[in-house]
């Protein structure tokens, strides 16, 4: 069965930094895409970034270029989303996804909340 | 970055038919490569796919949810409405000029 595990979420102050984790179990992580989307209270769904399976390929919205930084590590079969400097309006609920393009095969964590205060 | 657009809200009786749109900006993510994905999200849940590649659907979708293309439009059209097609629907593409993923704003479909 295919799972994806979010951890690290909570309540941080503005300018402050936090990382978020996505254990990935039930597929080869390795040979996957994967992508972190974002949907604040109350609103749409937002891409945040993604990684290619080696990590060579990064890419990132310009809402959180410079600012955010996605990895992955292969032999843990785990996704990384490093956030600093953050924004009150960084907050919402941070979803771990298998793909990023687009597919049958993709799949969403139950995604992790991060609330930022002022 | 470019812009999906659907409406806000739909509704239908039981039974009825719907189709929900999905506007581009701009034509390259609607008629990319990767097509149109679009996702059924239920509150307090995450997203789930219901369609991708603009017409296709996964294992275990009812079939009364289908997707297609026309122009730089894409629409997902659900026959016979059932209660429990109550739900936000998101439309989302790939633009591979910009190298973004673009979701449209989603729209919140009530059954009366």
């Known amino acids: 069965e295919v799972t994806l595990m979010e951890a690290g979420g909570g309540s941080i102050a503005a300018g402050g930094s936090v990382r978020l984790s996505c254990a990935a179990s039930?597929?080869?992580?390795?040979?996957?895409?994967m992508s972190w989307v974002r949907q604040a209270p109350g609103a749409g769904l937002e891409w945040v970034a993604g990684i290619r399976t080696t990590g060579g390929t990064i890419l990132y919205a310009d809402s959180v270029k410079g600012r955010f930084s996605i990895s992955r590590d292969n032999s843990r079969n785990t996704l990384h989303l490093s956030l600093n400097n953050v924004r009150v309006d960084d907050t919402a609920m941070y979803y771990c996804?298998?793909?990023?393009?687009?597919?049958?095969?993709?799949?969403w964590g139950h995604g992790v909340l991060v609330t930022v205060s002022s | 970055q470019s812009v999906l657009t659907q409406p806000p809200s739909a509704s239908g009786a039981p039974g009825q038919n719907i189709v929900i749109s999905c506007s581009g900006s701009r034509p390259g993510p609607i008629i990319g490569p990767y097509g149109v994905t679009w996702f059924q999200q239920f509150p307090g849940t995450a997203p789930k796919v219901v369609i991708y590649s603009s017409d296709r659907r996964p294992s275990g979708v009812p079939d009364r949810f289908s997707g297609s293309i026309s122009g730089t439009s894409a629409s997902l059209t659900i026959n016979g409405l059932q209660a429990e097609d109550e739900a936000d629907y998101y439309c989302a593409s790939w633009d591979t000029g910009l190298n973004f993923r673009a979701f449209g704003g989603g729209t919140k479909l009530t059954v009366l």
């Open positions: 996804v298998r793909g990023m393009y687009g597919g049958s095969d993709e799949y």
């Open positions: 039930g597929f080869n992580f390795g040979i996957n895409v």
